[in-house]
């Protein structure tokens, strides 16, 4: 926040009778406020006595402020040990303490102590130490010799000056008296001057008044904001702020279809319209804000008009007069965002579209059979899936003819009346209903005698197919069982992954039921590495939960339909020639007109193939540094974290973006790509529209116990939820709701990051909203050719707090835009067997690569799936040497063929060691991996004509690799020696 702080202003009623003027400062982090606290007062003492006694006026926002203790200092910082108060509340105070000498005395009344963990700090304000009653019952008996100074906050963010400093009670009294016949009175107030308290008029306002008229200037093409303050003098429903044309007196027009209050009205994330009701219970006050879009062609001059704020049957109408000037911002003044001129960012549409994105081809519709890249989805006359294939070979480097099928018959529904009888459907105007190249949607209705099922159904270019299944009772009718079955071709579910079991082979038996309140499970991905299904299961009333850390503050609602009380869940097992997926729900009944949504949302892996050559030439750099020496390490791309000088705010990287963009364009100069840190699970507290944000209720910030750092509790107050802290520049970030209009914002703030400072991708450290969001920030990321790069951390999302979710789970749906994994904290590369590598952190199975994270990874295991750890994550961190090996071998444009395909030319003799091969023209680089127990000797078993090379010309050696093996030579493959829980790099040429 780069103003200046150094303002003055008189306090009237009791304290004009002190004839005393406060002044409130800019403390240029003068003093420690961890053991200090973030604000003092300075008093003057006149030395008269040993005894000084101030009467504050400090007019403090926090509750309860007899119940935190008060540190004084004098001017050398020594601790002033007798000190006592009276009189203390939030609006002023009597101090008295003993006094060595005449001069300066600080008052810390807001001292804290962090506790808890250093990234989730608990701040807690120290208590009033007991007080001899005596010795205050004398020092009551001096009359005020020390003036107070100043008020000083530690830097200028921490200041509570002016919309912070509250009225008095009497002050606040008065103005009720005079409108008390009112349900409300309307306090117009600037932009720069946000509206941040909602319990307490500011004294800014008593100094103002409430006026029924607002002036703003404003430029050309400015997105302008202001607010109306509304202080509710009895429980108000339904508020609202009516408007027409702002009109000059030349008879100019700004229309009113470019303002907005973003209070009541917007555009929601998904692209539809938000009405939302505004209720302001008596005695709070709530800011209105209005946003004004001025079109560049604006003609000079003042625009008037009157908004009218509407409550209970009340009215009151502010006169509003913007004058328009000469300058015409091209960029609608969102680079200076400190004016609140991104808060139209919330309604954004931008890239809302459905177009496709690389490298997804245009869907193409043949009869019921739709066509998208490497996959066919078949339709049948009822609505549902009747075939779903891919075409991907099982090294998910090449596209085959011949279809993988997934489904061993069409996917249904039985409704059981009894356990032998069911309802009979008959299907009726099935139709394809749009046709696009993102979307391709159609509608039927499926009718029996008790039942109607109205199916909606649409497939996008990435896999995606959603699901609305609307049953209607006919009648009033009793079902014993309602069963959803996917029945899988037996061939195409080797692994399983979700529904509380990690990723790896798939059991014989999965039996699974609801338990929202403890486990984020809805979903499960059944496949082969080239062929698999994932489902999940919701119904109309879903909303994304929380996660990472925060799930079982916001947990997933149980679906009416599915979940049925706890009756509801899922068994999967092999029945016949299929492995049958029953979705059951026990037994429930329905009145004539009830209605139940059976929703249900799948994704086709598959998505893609694998680039491999983007894996190679891709090297992450995973920190700020000297674009010097990490061009030198053989790095291409920078990741740059948060809480660093060119990103420091968590999500938030405004502030510094010129710095951001004097080091993106050297890098660019260089070479090299950057990458930043931006996502939306947590926002920092340096946000120039949190106060903005704070007034939509918990759209944007989600409802919680509140506590954290101190900023945070001293500005906020509570019901928040205190989210990532970093105390070397005390940035305190607050949790995101969910799904909501800020999603809006961060697709502009990605495409104001492109555009502006020339980011090549970003960095996610885990995910918070869903696939809407990361389809639009893909679009403007890749817009005009940039790269934008995606790669996604998680850290292991199997535990208490996040619910027992798998992580490839829970971000599956964003997986088809990713470009690269980092699964990631707590996942274990040494215990784990290669299924769960295969499937829950490699990305492999669904058309991606990855790299390891945890303790730095296991570098061999991690080789035969094309994996490194990443440079600059920690000292030990080094794939240096590997990235060498690959560019001595020349491992660009190789053909990966993996241990897991039955075409991979090169196998061990011990199912405990694992062989891929990356083969080149004339040469082949051979990975193996240990899982045994034990160091062992491996024969290998090569099929030369499928190298393509002669067994009787080549040489097997393995090259010396620094950290990771020592040379030596296999002339003919065997009894080659490998370590316990590592492995080896052969070269064959």
């Known amino acids: 926040m780069k103003f200046r702080l150094f303002l003055l202003f008189c306090l009237f009623g009791q304290l004009s009778l002190n004839a005393q003027t406060l002044k409130y400062t800019n403390g240029n982090n003068a003093w420690n406020p961890d053991s200090l606290g973030n604000h003092r007062v300075v008093l003057q003492f006149q030395g008269a006595g040993k005894i000084a006694h101030a009467k504050i006026d400090w007019r403090r926002r926090d509750e309860h402020p007899e119940l935190k203790g008060i540190i004084i200092q004098d001017a050398n910082g020594k601790l002033v040990s007798v000190v006592g108060s009276d009189n203390l509340t939030r609006e002023s105070a009597d101090i008295y303490f003993e006094a060595s000498a005449a001069g300066k005395y600080y008052v810390y009344y807001l001292a804290y102590k962090n506790e808890g963990r250093s990234n989730y700090p608990k701040g807690l304000y120290i208590k009033p130490k007991q007080v001899d009653q005596a010795w205050l019952a004398n020092a009551k008996i001096v009359k005020v010799n020390a003036a107070v100074v100043e008020i000083q906050s530690i830097d200028a963010f921490n200041s509570f000056y002016p919309m912070e400093v509250i009225a008095t009670g009497k002050e606040t009294a008065a103005i009720r008296t005079k409108y008390s016949a009112d349900a409300f009175v309307v306090f117009p107030e600037d932009r720069m001057f946000p509206i941040k308290m909602q319990n307490d008029l500011?004294?800014?306002?008593?100094?103002?008044?409430?006026?029924?008229?607002?002036?703003?200037?404003?430029?050309?093409?400015?997105?302008?904001?202001?607010?109306?303050?509304?202080?509710?003098?009895?429980?108000?429903?339904?508020?609202?702020?009516?408007?027409?044309?702002?009109?000059?007196?030349?008879?100019?027009?700004?229309?009113?279809?470019?303002i907005n209050c973003l209070n009541t009205n917007g555009i929601s994330y998904d692209n539809k319209p938000l009405i939302e009701t505004v209720d302001v219970a008596s005695g709070k006050i709530q800011p209105m804000w209005i946003t004004v879009n001025i079109p560049e062609s604006t003609n000079e001059g003042v625009y008037s008009g009157k908004f009218t704020v509407k409550a209970n049957g009340k009215s009151k109408i502010v006169d509003v007069n913007i004058t328009v000037g000469k300058q015409v911002l091209a960029d609608a003044g969102v680079g200076n965002p400190e004016k609140q001129t991104r808060l139209t960012w919330l309604n954004s549409t931008l890239a809302q579209a459905n177009t496709v994105v690389a490298p997804y081809t245009p869907l193409s519709v043949d009869g019921n059979v739709i066509s998208l890249l490497g996959r066919k989805f078949e339709i049948n006359i009822d609505g549902f899936p009747k075939q779903i294939q891919t075409f991907f070979n099982p090294e998910m480097t090449a596209y085959s003819e011949k279809p993988n099928n997934i489904l061993a018959e069409p996917i249904h529904f039985h409704f059981f009346n009894t356990p032998k009888t069911q309802e009979k459907f008959v299907p009726s105007n099935f139709q394809i209903t749009s046709k696009e190249a993102g979307t391709v949607k159609w509608t039927t209705t499926n009718t029996s005698e008790n039942v109607k099922m109205d199916l909606e159904g649409a497939l996008e270019f990435d896999g995606y197919v959603h699901y609305v299944i609307k049953v209607t009772a006919l009648k009033d009718?009793?079902?014993?069982?309602?069963?959803?079955?996917?029945?899988?071709?037996?061939?195409?579910?080797?692994?399983?992954?979700?529904?509380?079991?990690?990723?790896g082979v798939r059991p014989d038996t999965v039996k699974w039921k609801w338990d929202v309140a403890n486990k984020n499970q809805d979903a499960v991905w059944i496949g082969n590495v080239n062929a698999g299904l994932y489902y999940n299961l919701r119904d109309e009333n879903y909303v994304r939960p929380l996660n990472t850390n925060?799930?079982?503050?916001?947990?997933?609602?149980?679906?009416?339909?599915?979940?049925?009380?706890?009756?509801?869940?899922?068994?999967?097992n092999v029945k016949g020639s299929s492995m049958l997926a029953d979705n059951f729900t026990g037994a429930r009944s329905m009145k004539k007109g009830d209605v139940l949504y059976y929703n249900f949302n799948l994704l086709i892996t598959p998505f893609h193939l694998l680039d491999t050559d983007f894996q190679w030439d891709n090297r992450f750099y995973h920190k700020y540094g000297d674009l010097d020496t990490i061009k030198s390490s053989?790095?291409?791309?920078?990741?740059?974290?948060?809480?660093?000088?060119?990103?420091?705010?968590?999500?938030?990287?405004?502030?510094?973006?010129?710095?951001?963009?004097?080091?993106?364009?050297?890098?660019?100069?260089?070479?090299?790509?950057?990458?930043?840190?931006?996502?939306?699970?947590?926002?920092?507290?340096?946000?120039?529209?949190?106060?903005?944000?704070?007034?939509?209720?918990?759209?944007?910030?989600?409802?919680?116990?509140?506590?954290?750092?101190?900023?945070?509790?001293?500005?906020l107050d509570s019901n928040y939820i205190a989210a990532w802290f970093v105390p070397e520049i005390k940035d305190a970030a607050v949790i995101n709701s969910g799904m909501n209009r800020w999603h809006n914002y961060y697709v502009e703030g990605m495409n104001w990051l492109v555009n502006n400072v020339g980011i090549d991708g970003v960095y996610l450290d885990d995910v918070a909203f869903d696939r809407v969001t990361m389809k639009r920030i893909k679009r403007v990321l890749t817009q005009n050719n940039h790269p934008g790069i995606i790669d996604l951390h998680s850290a292991n999302q199997y535990n208490k707090s996040d619910g027992f979710n798998n992580s490839a789970i829970l971000y599956l749906e964003h997986f088809p835009?990713?470009?690269?994994?980092?699964?990631?904290?707590?996942?274990?590369?040494?215990?784990?067997?290669?299924?769960?590598?295969?499937?829950?952190?490699?990305?492999?199975?669904?058309?991606?690569?990855?790299?390891?994270?945890?303790?730095?990874?296991?570098?061999?295991?991690?080789?035969?799936?094309?994996?490194?750890?990443?440079?600059?994550?920690?000292?030990?961190?080094?794939?240096?040497?590997?990235?060498?090996?690959?560019?001595?071998?020349?491992?660009?444009?190789?053909?990966?063929?993996?241990?897991?395909?039955?075409?991979?030319?090169?196998?061990?003799?011990?199912?405990?060691?694992?062989?891929?091969?990356?083969?080149?023209?004339?040469?082949?680089?051979?990975?193996?991996?240990?899982?045994?127990g034990d160091d062992v000797k491996v024969n290998l078993t090569i099929d030369w004509a499928k190298l393509g090379l002669d067994a009787g010309e080549v040489k097997i050696t393995a090259p010396a690799i620094d950290k990771f093996q020592t040379s030596g030579n296999y002339p003919d493959g065997k009894l080659v020696p490998i370590e316990k829980g590592k492995g080896l790099i052969l070269i064959v040429e």
């Not at 990855?850 to 750890?869: A, K």
């Open 202 to 258: 500011p004294y800014r306002w008593v100094q103002k008044g409430a006026l029924n008229t607002f002036a703003g200037s404003a430029a050309k093409g400015e997105n302008y904001a202001f607010q109306l303050g509304v202080f509710a003098l009895k429980d108000l429903k339904n508020v609202v702020v009516i408007f027409g044309d702002l009109k000059s007196a030349a008879g100019k027009v700004i229309s009113s279809k470019y």
């Open 477 to 503: 009718v009793e079902f014993s069982n309602v069963d959803f079955h996917i029945p899988f071709d037996k061939n195409a579910t080797k692994y399983l992954m979700g529904l509380g079991e990690k990723g």
């Open 550 to 572: 925060f799930y079982l503050q916001k947990p997933l609602l149980l679906p009416k339909s599915w979940g049925n009380g706890d009756k509801g869940g899922i068994q999967i």
């Open 634 to 715: 053989g790095a291409t791309v920078v990741n740059i974290h948060h809480a660093t000088p060119i990103n420091p705010w968590i999500n938030y990287p405004f502030i510094e973006w010129k710095k951001m963009k004097s080091y993106i364009d050297n890098a660019h100069a260089k070479g090299l790509k950057v990458k930043i840190y931006n996502t939306v699970r947590e926002l920092s507290n340096h946000a120039y529209e949190w106060p903005a944000l704070r007034s939509l209720g918990t759209e944007v910030y989600s409802p919680g116990k509140g506590g954290g750092f101190s900023w945070l509790q001293e500005h």
């Open 817 to 932: 835009y990713l470009n690269r994994l980092w699964f990631g904290e707590y996942f274990d590369y040494q215990k784990n067997n290669p299924d769960f590598f295969l499937t829950e952190v490699s990305g492999i199975p669904f058309g991606l690569m990855g790299e390891m994270l945890q303790d730095d990874g296991n570098p061999w295991r991690g080789m035969i799936y094309g994996m490194t750890s990443r440079l600059g994550w920690s000292d030990k961190s080094d794939p240096k040497p590997l990235w060498k090996a690959w560019s001595n071998f020349g491992i660009k444009g190789s053909e990966m063929i993996g241990y897991w395909s039955e075409n991979c030319p090169v196998k061990t003799d011990n199912p405990k060691v694992l062989a891929t091969v990356y083969k080149q023209k004339g040469k082949t680089m051979i990975s193996l991996a240990s899982w045994a």
